[in-house]
């Protein structure tokens, strides 16, 4: 039977246990142990991982925006308990990488506990989940992008974290929280992209000044004014 978790640190402390007497930890197993196959666990789980230390692993957030799209279109079709490939439930991490991710959301976790409570519940039931699971679908979609903007994925993460949450605990606060995070993602991945071809082209321009220099330098002629005296034979 599903553990029933009313904080984030009950979330962290029992995947934590579940994954006590394993070597390696699975997707699957995490998702076993955070509850039914149901939309918010899953988001919930998502995106601690992304936001966590662990999106530092290669492919693993490319994985975790698979993971959301694939539950997040299954619930806007109506679906409510979700199927996910083996493929994607079968990757697995060392315990001692998830114990020390688990660690390090410990003491953020115990400062968002502190403020969860059933509130503005319209914007986490019926219209308010579809819209979140629009906008999940839309960050999913953008990840592979956030990987050329510094930070953005760490913030969408922090994004689904709180979305997950906010379905968890009915707190439509927490789902206001979240909407501010994800259009701080849309704006940090406009602003990084827009930097990008600055940038690229700066390096361009750096590189075809290094290049023509000593070029230009054995060209380029004196100042007026200055002569060069022709050499005189020595002495003899």
């Known amino acids: 039977m599903p553990y029933e978790f009313t904080s984030l640190q009950q979330l962290l402390a029992h ?79 060392s315990k001692k990488k998830l114990l020390r991710a688990l660690k390090w959301l410990d003491k953020p976790a115990a400062f968002i506990d502190r403020w969860l409570k059933p509130r503005l519940r319209f914007l986490v039931q019926r219209t308010g989940t579809f819209v979140i699971a629009l906008i999940c679908t839309a960050i999913a979609l953008g990840m592979p992008v ?16 709180a979305f997950g949450l906010a379905l968890v605990a009915q707190d439509g ?22 930097q990008l071809p600055d940038a690229k082209a700066s390096d361009w321009v750096s590189a075809k000044i290094a290049l023509d220099c000593p070029l230009s330098a054995a060209h380029s002629p004196l100042p007026s004014g200055l002569h060069i005296a022709p050499a005189t034979p020595a002495a003899g």
């Not at 956030?146 to 993460?157: K, N, Q, R, W, Y």
């Open 15 to 93: 995947i934590a246990q579940s994954a006590e007497e394993r070597n390696r930890v699975s997707l699957g197993m995490v998702l076993d142990a955070v509850g039914p196959r149901s939309f918010a666990p899953v988001l919930l789980m998502v995106g601690l991982i992304v936001f966590s230390p662990l999106s530092g692993i290669p492919g693993l957030p490319t994985v975790m925006a698979l993971l959301v799209l694939l539950v997040s279109v299954q619930l806007l079709i109506g679906r409510h308990h979700f199927w996910m490939p083996q493929w994607i439930l079968r990757r697995s991490i």
């Open 146 to 161: 956030m990987e050329l903007v510094p930070f953005s994925a760490s913030m969408a993460g922090a994004a689904l974290m």
């Open 173 to 194: 606060v927490l789902a206001l929280v979240a909407f501010t995070l994800t259009g701080l993602v849309v704006l940090m991945i406009v602003v990084g992209l827009l």
